[in-house]
């Protein structure tokens, strides 16, 4: 059974720093399109980044306005595994991070368009 495992989640001071792994099972998940998705208390689940070796071209990135140059998503696609590194950390991060994969080659925004899901890390930042 295909599977995402998070890891790396925990509490930080703000201005703090956090690396997400997300493990794929086997080699299920290679050459996914692999992201990050996070969802804080009472609001709907977010895009944050994601990659994709979209028309077989390279890896392609995308983030969030909220996170652009702070986060950086990055992957080992020989273990169908996916990371994010996380700088500059603000209390509004503050949420569970999921990661998300899915075999369409291309970058999808809304949570609903992604198969794949792990069980989610809690991101805590505190002021």
């Given at each position: 059974?295909?599977?995402l495992v998070e890891s790396g989640g925990g509490l930080?001071?703000?201005g703090g720093s956090l690396r997400l792994d997300c493990a794929g099972s086997g080699s299920t998940f290679r050459?996914?399109?692999m992201g990050w998705f996070r969802q804080a208390?009472?609001?709907d689940r977010e895009f944050v980044a994601a990659i994709a070796n979209i028309n077989w071209t390279g890896d392609r990135t995308e983030y969030?306005?909220?996170v652009k140059g702070r986060f950086t998503i990055s992957r080992d696609n020989s273990k169908?595994?996916?990371y994010l590194q996380m700088n500059n950390l603000k209390i509004e991060d503050t949420a569970d991070y999921y990661c998300a994969a899915d075999p369409r080659l291309r970058i999808e925004?809304?949570?609903?368009?992604?198969?794949?899901?792990?069980q989610?890390?809690?991101?805590?930042?505190?002021?």
């Amino acid at each position: 059974q295909a599977q995402l495992v998070e890891s790396g989640g925990g509490l930080v001071q703000a201005g703090g720093s956090l690396r997400l792994d997300c493990a794929g099972s086997g080699s299920t998940f290679r050459n996914f399109a692999m992201g990050w998705f996070r969802q804080a208390p009472g609001k709907d689940r977010e895009f944050v980044a994601a990659i994709a070796n979209i028309n077989w071209t390279g890896d392609r990135t995308e983030y969030a306005d909220s996170v652009k140059g702070r986060f950086t998503i990055s992957r080992d696609n020989s273990k169908g595994s996916v990371y994010l590194q996380m700088n500059n950390l603000k209390i509004e991060d503050t949420a569970d991070y999921y990661c998300a994969a899915d075999p369409r080659l291309r970058i999808e925004r809304t949570a609903k368009e992604w198969n794949y899901w792990g069980q989610g890390t809690q991101v805590t930042v505190s002021s």
